[in-house]
Structure formats: C-alpha cells, structure tokens
C-alpha cells in the first residue's frame, strides 16, 4: 500500500505521540492495512491522543518552564537552555517515563527576578537555592504532589501563606527577606523539615501542631516575640530559636523526648534549660 506524502507525514507524528504498544501494532501492520483501515486506526488513536492527561501536562510542564525562564532572565543563566531542543535536555530538569516533570535543580544558576506561581502537577522537587530571586512568595499550590522545596539563599520578600501541599517533607525557605507572621501550616502535614531562619518574620512562634513528623525546625534570626510554645512534636531532634525577641521561662519541653540540638541563645529568656 503506497501512502500519499501528506498521510505518511500525518502516521509519522501519530507514532511520536502514540504509546509504544501502539506505535508496534502500527508498525507491525500498515503495510497490510487498507487505506481506510489505517486512517480509522489514525483517527482513533489522534483522539486518543487528544483526550489523555498525560500528553496535554507534558505540553503544559514546558509552557511552565519557558515561564520560568522568561521571568528569572534565562538567557544570563549560568547554564542557559535552548528552548528549541526538548524539554530533556534542558540543563536541571528531571522527567518521568511520560516526560512530565519530576524535579528542577536550577541552585545557584544566576536566576533573577520574580519567581512566577507554577503549576507542575507531578514535580516533586523544587531546588533554586542561591540565586537572586526577589518580589514576594508565588502561590505554588498547583505542585501538590511536591515533596521538597527550597529557595533559600534568595531576597524573596512579602508574607508567608498556608501551604496546600500535602506530600511536602521539606522546606527551606531561609536567608530571604520573609515579613509578618509564621502561618500553623495546616496543609504540609507530612513535613519533616521546616527551616525559615534569616529573615524578618514577625509576631509569635505557632504551635505546630499540624506537624507530628517534624525533626527540624529552624527559625533563629529572626525578629519573633512572646513565649515559646510548649511544643507537642515528639519527633523533634533538632530546635533553633537563637537570635530573636522571645521572653519568659522556657518551657519543659515535655513532649519532645527525642530533642537533641537547642539553641535558644541571645533573646530575652529567664528561669533554667529543662533537664
């Protein structure tokens, strides 16, 4: 069966996009397919094509990648990308196996400007430390399956929001320019890494009881005031409140058997460490 050059370059870009299992059955069989039989197999696995989530996040990961690189002056990257080369080249960007993205390592690259709110459906690690990154917080709330985030060692401005990401584990957010009040951070239950120290952030220390798994948590230089809570974190390993305003005795820390490090040097604390 001859095939004119226009179905020939139409079968072409349907077995780029089809699956492997279905690119084989093509393969296996055009030459013995009538013509209506390969252009109703074409159809169907075009409109297959169209209805699957799968194609159209690949498609919207890129857009949000060329946003990213548009909004932090791509072209003065350390390592830049080409944007007519695919999305697997691009220097720090991680795929899966349908080529939706996993992970962006861009730290230390030469990023400038304002961060934009991206939505990567399946990303799960966002890492664009040390860069000069500015303007306030975007909303990252469209990476819901993120696990790790950190964008310490930018100038990041404005006030924090309650995350809605609730396979989050990590986040460091420290060495910025961070203003008002800590948020009890409802939404990251699953965190087990909270480091938010070298900012500006203001008011008092949560409670964070929505945070059973903590180990660590950091929020030393800052300008935090009043008491520190009597935290119910049984996992903690690791406290540092050194360098702020707090007043008051401390606590007895009851509740967190497994604390290791404390640093509450330099505020405004009396009384005696718990034993």
Known sequence: MSLKINEKLFLCVVLMCAGTAQQQIIKENYRVMTRLTLLCLVSILVSNIQASPMFFDRE???????????????DSWFDSWDLAMPMDTWQGISLDADGNVLAVNLFGNNLKGALPSLRLPECRTLNLQDNQLRDTFPNLNGMRKMQFLDLSGNSIDGNLYDFNLPELQGLDLSN????????????????????????????????????????????????????????????LLTLRLGDNELINNLPSFGNMRFLFTLDVSNNNLTGFVPA
Do not use: A, K, M, W
């Open 176 to 235: 910025n320019s961070l203003q008002g009040d800590i948020p009890n951070f409802s939404g990251i239950s699953q965190l087990t890494s909270l480091r938010l120290n070298n900012n500006r952030l203001t008011g008092s220390i949560p409670n964070f009881d929505n945070l059973p798994t903590l180990f660590t948590l950091d929020l030393s230089n800052n300008r935090l005031e009043g008491i520190i809570p009597d935290f119910n974190l049984p996992n």
């Open 60 to 74: 919207s990961d890129s857009l949000q990648l060329v946003d990213l690189y548009n909004s932090t002056e791509g």
